[in-house]
């Protein structure tokens, strides 16, 4: 079973999200804004985060602010990461790379993949054949 779950600051991340997931009817979402009881991540074996990059490269404070519970439950999954971000910084996307690092000893890491601002055609695209590979 796979299972979005994203955080999203100004809708970027949200709108990859709903645009690309609209002709898969077997994919759970979850709107981490919205997630009190992260326990719902053991339900599934396949799991995509997805966030923004904030300023010089970190994802938002919530990740940090609920690391400890996230990472009891984000243990022998399969994870693929995606998120936005802004080139005219020197770590585009780079929430991603930590949460990579974060993740990566104790998972299956999949994917990262990163678009700039608001989601492209192109890049919706893009993210739908990633969740076809991912479903196999």
Known sequence: MIAIFYYSNSGNTKALVEESIKDFDDIDVFNLKEVND????????????????????????????????????????????????????????????????????????LFKFKFESYPTQKTINDFKELLNSVKG
């Open 38 to 109: 992260f326990s719902v991540i053991d339900k599934y074996n396949i799991i995509l985060i997805g966030t923004p990059t904030l300023g010089n490269g970190v994802p938002p404070k919530y990740f940090a602010k609920h690391q400890l519970e996230l990472k009891k439950y984000l243990t022998n999954k399969k994870i693929g990461l995606f998120g936005s971000g802004n080139t005219i910084y020197p770590y585009f996307c780079g929430a991603l790379d930590l949460l990579w690092d974060w993740l990566k000893n104790d998972n299956e890491m």
